[in-house]
């Protein structure tokens, strides 16, 4: 199996070469040359088992494919529940929720962040000289990323967070690592990270000073993983219902779409796929049939899928031959933070469940497939547990709510950040330092 980047200027790569690179070379996003259809696994095979068979086409010549085994059961060692919600009270027939929140940082990042972790640990030559994974985060990818870098030899963590702009427990999700991770607080905006990061990661000169990494979720090692929960789920709800699983997806930067996406293209019994946005409303403006128009982010209570340009939306169209066949294989839906908030005080009571923001937006959009009528079974996907914003949950359902043990594990670590201007020679000059 080869990979080729969504903008055709780079000659067709192993996977191996692929997953250490993460972009491609000419800018653009690596993609499988075909997606394979594998056999389907046994809808009661284990998590890990079920991502080890779909993965396993993909890793057919790399160096990775005897290990293959022992980083699924690495990344996969927690599990993804799919469980039925509640409808009045008694469990619902047609509504279910995939928990995605078991992890060690409570959200589903942790999955593909622990594989690629695994996998780039293998494919680092021994004497090679320490790799900077330089990461800029809106909250959850920063914190997955450090949890599954953390110690590994021949690796440092570099987070970049805006300041003031995640939830307290993200922030301590951020700087509770210690070690080879540093995090830093930049006084400015998610964009200001990102752009800061893209400035270092494209910076030849620092380069050959440092050698850099990012963990970005354009990174194939991100996305492939990702297949392996909804593949899990749905021949799971396929063998027991004898029907295909319909998604709805909290979505910021398009990378657990994409999975979906790709796992449905693999064959697997996976229905629709609807998104749900933020106030951050490309992709539902453009499904609508408005031109892709990326723009400025906004601020939002889901502070994970506050996203302006989502970066794997250039995957979505090497996939399709036009806008319009793109248009018919998906559906996206925008949830303001007034309808957030009114849906997370509403959920316990109506669906038996209390969601965090990014789920919300999920929930909110299930509501609206039932109010025209959709009788199908819907699964709305949890991208992340409620405790982990308790700031914005525990009010509105007016109690507290209970970290899980894996949570409550890193909340009860010191945490610390060290302050850092919005300013490329600030960020060029630490990581010179080291
Ligand atoms: C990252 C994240 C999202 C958005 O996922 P994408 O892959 O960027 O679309 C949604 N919810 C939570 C909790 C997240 O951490």
Same mark, same amino acid.
């Given at each position: 199996?080869?990979?080729?980047?969504t @903008?055709?200027q780079?000659?067709? $790569?192993?996977?191996?070469?692929?997953l250490v690179?993460?972009?491609?070379?000419?800018?653009?996003?690596f993609?499988p040359?075909?997606i394979?259809?594998?056999?389907?696994?046994?809808?009661?095979a284990?998590?890990? !088992?079920?991502? @080890?068979?779909?993965?396993?086409?993909?890793?057919?010549d790399s160096?990775?494919?005897d290990?293959?085994?022992?980083?699924?059961?690495?990344?996969y060692?927690?599990? #993804?529940?799919?469980?039925?919600l509640?409808?009045?009270?008694a469990?619902?027939?047609? !509504?279910?929720?995939?928990?995605?929140?078991?992890?060690?940082?409570?959200?589903?990042?942790?999955?593909?962040?622990?594989?690629?972790?695994?996998?780039?640990?293998?494919l680092?030559?021994?004497?090679?000289?320490?790799?900077?994974?330089l990461?800029?985060t809106s909250?959850?990818?920063?914190a997955?990323?450090?949890?599954?870098?953390?110690?590994?030899?021949?690796?440092?963590?570099?987070?970049?967070?805006? !300041?003031g702009?995640?939830?307290?427990?993200?922030a301590?999700?951020?700087?509770?690592?210690?070690?080879?991770?540093h995090?830093?607080?930049v006084?400015?905006s998610?964009?200001?990270?990102?752009?800061?990061?893209k400035?270092?990661?494209a910076?030849?000169?620092?380069r050959? @000073?440092?050698?850099?990494?990012?963990?970005n979720?354009i990174s194939?090692?991100?996305?492939l993983?990702?297949?392996?929960?909804?593949?899990?789920a749905?021949?799971q709800?396929?063998?027991?219902?004898?029907?295909l699983?319909?998604?709805?997806?909290?979505?910021?930067?398009?990378?657990?779409?994409?999975?979906?996406?790709v796992?449905r293209r693999?064959?697997?019994?996976?229905?629709?796929?609807?998104? #749900?946005?933020?106030?951050?409303?490309v992709?539902?403006?453009?499904?609508?049939?408005e031109?892709?128009?990326?723009?400025?982010?906004?601020?939002?209570?889901?502070?994970?899928?506050d996203v302006?340009a989502?970066?794997?939306?250039e995957?979505? @169209?090497?996939?399709?031959?036009?806008d319009?066949?793109?248009?018919?294989?998906?559906?996206?839906?925008?949830?303001?933070?007034?309808?957030?908030t009114?849906?997370i005080?509403?959920?316990?009571?109506r669906?038996?469940?209390?969601p965090?923001?990014?789920?919300a937006?999920?929930?909110?959009?299930?509501?609206q497939l039932?109010?025209r009528?959709?009788?199908?079974?819907? $699964?709305v996907? #949890?991208?992340?547990?409620? #405790?982990k914003?308790e700031?914005?949950?525990e009010?509105?359902?007016?109690?507290v709510?209970?970290?899980?043990?894996?949570?409550a594990e890193t909340?009860?670590r010191p945490?610390?950040?060290?302050?850092?201007?919005?300013d490329?020679?600030a960020?060029?000059?630490?990581?010179?330092r080291?």
């Amino acid at each position: 199996m080869k990979f080729i980047s969504t @903008r055709d200027q780079t000659p067709a $790569t192993g996977i191996d070469e692929a997953l250490v690179a993460g972009l491609a070379p000419d800018g653009g996003l690596f993609v499988p040359e075909q997606i394979p259809l594998p056999a389907w696994p046994s809808p009661t095979a284990s998590l890990a !088992d079920t991502a @080890r068979a779909v993965l396993s086409p993909y890793f057919e010549d790399s160096s990775l494919r005897d290990r293959l085994d022992e980083l699924c059961k690495h990344a996969y060692s927690f599990p #993804a529940p799919l469980r039925a919600l509640t409808h009045d009270g008694a469990a619902s027939q047609q !509504d279910y929720l995939l928990e995605l929140f078991h992890g060690p940082t409570a959200a589903f990042k942790d999955y593909a962040a622990r594989f690629l972790a695994a996998a780039l640990a293998q494919l680092r030559p021994a004497d090679a000289a320490p790799t900077t994974i330089l990461v800029a985060t809106s909250g959850d990818t920063g914190a997955a990323v450090a949890a599954a870098f953390h110690g590994r030899p021949g690796f440092n963590v570099v987070i970049l967070y805006p !300041d003031g702009r995640v939830s307290p427990r993200q922030a301590h999700g951020l700087g509770c690592w210690g070690g080879n991770v540093h995090t830093f607080r930049v006084a400015g905006s998610f964009d200001d990270c990102q752009r800061l990061a893209k400035q270092a990661l494209a910076d030849e000169a620092l380069r050959t @000073r440092v050698p850099l990494s990012s963990a970005n979720s354009i990174s194939l090692g991100r996305l492939l993983p990702q297949v392996a929960y909804y593949a899990h789920a749905a021949l799971q709800f396929h063998a027991e219902h004898g029907d295909l699983l319909n998604v709805i997806v909290p979505t910021g930067n398009l990378g657990n779409a994409c999975a979906a996406f790709v796992a449905r293209r693999m064959g697997l019994p996976l229905g629709e796929i609807v998104l #749900a946005s933020n106030a951050n409303d490309v992709l539902p403006r453009y499904f609508a049939g408005e031109a892709y128009s990326p723009r400025p982010t906004v601020a939002t209570l889901a502070n994970a899928m506050d996203v302006g340009a989502p970066s794997n939306f250039e995957r979505l @169209r090497h996939w399709h031959h036009d806008d319009a066949e793109l248009r018919g294989a998906l559906r996206a839906f925008a949830v303001d933070d007034a309808t957030i908030t009114a849906t997370i005080r509403q959920a316990p009571q109506r669906h038996g469940i209390v969601p965090c923001p990014h789920t919300a937006t999920g929930l909110h959009v299930l509501e609206q497939l039932r109010e025209r009528g959709d009788r199908r079974p819907w $699964t709305v996907v #949890a991208t992340a547990h409620p #405790a982990k914003f308790e700031s914005i949950v525990e009010p509105l359902v007016g109690h507290v709510v209970d970290p899980p043990p894996a949570l409550a594990e890193t909340l009860s670590r010191p945490a610390f950040a060290e302050p850092l201007a919005a300013d490329y020679p600030a960020l060029r000059s630490l990581l010179i330092r080291g």
